[in-house]
């Protein structure tokens, strides 16, 4: 009867461990879907798994925390602020140039922020997890400077590049720093 009363409580145990396992694999899953947005799906596709696609972003957010990530001053958000408005002025008379200086803008601010400059991929995974709604549009943006270079983007593709580019400015300056709205909202005029 012990035995029996033994083996009872182990299963028992055991399925309470596994129900309590699974209860937490889910939650992670729900807290990184909410998290990371559309870039969890991403992920999820480009590692082939979930359990993989998990484990990246884990990895990225403890990246990022590692990184000494801050806001800009007042005086940085207005020589950005400044910088863009010239940027988009450009795109009048030279629209790919202007997406190309859009770029690099791009890449000061996250450098002054105390992001990590170098490779494209790397940038955009960091950007990820403060960034979520606005990663997808990066890499957009991004394909289209590249496609540029080649000379093979639209006046329209450029016009949308600077969109996109303008949604994750707004985001890494600071709410309105270029016109008042909210971070991630967009502004069909460039």
């Not at 590692?66 to 795109?91: C, D, G, I, N, P």
Request: aromatic share 6%.
């Amino acid at each position: 009867m012990t035995v029996v009363l033994v083996v009872v409580a182990v299963i028992a145990l055991a399925a309470v461990a596994a129900a309590a396992w699974l209860y937490l694999q889910q939650r992670r899953t729900q807290d990184l879907r909410r998290e990371f947005g559309p870039e969890y799906d991403r992920t999820v596709h480009d590692a082939g798994n979930r359990t993989k696609a998990e484990q990246v972003l884990e990895a990225r957010k403890e990246r990022v925390q590692a990184l000494r990530v801050h806001a800009l001053s007042r005086a940085e958000q207005k020589r950005f602020a400044e910088q863009w408005r010239q940027t988009q002025a450009r795109f009048v008379d030279d629209p790919g140039a202007a997406v190309g200086e859009a770029d690099s803008v791009i890449g000061q601010v996250m450098q002054a922020r105390g992001y990590p400059v170098g490779d494209f991929e790397q940038r955009a995974a960091d950007i990820s997890v403060e960034h979520p709604d606005v990663v997808t549009n990066y890499r957009a943006a991004h394909r289209i400077a590249l496609a540029q270079e080649r000379q093979a983007a639209s006046t329209e593709d450029l016009r949308q590049a600077m969109m996109h580019y303008r949604e994750l400015f707004d985001d890494l300056v600071g709410a309105g720093a270029t016109s008042g709205r909210q971070p991630g909202t967009a502004n069909p005029g460039t």
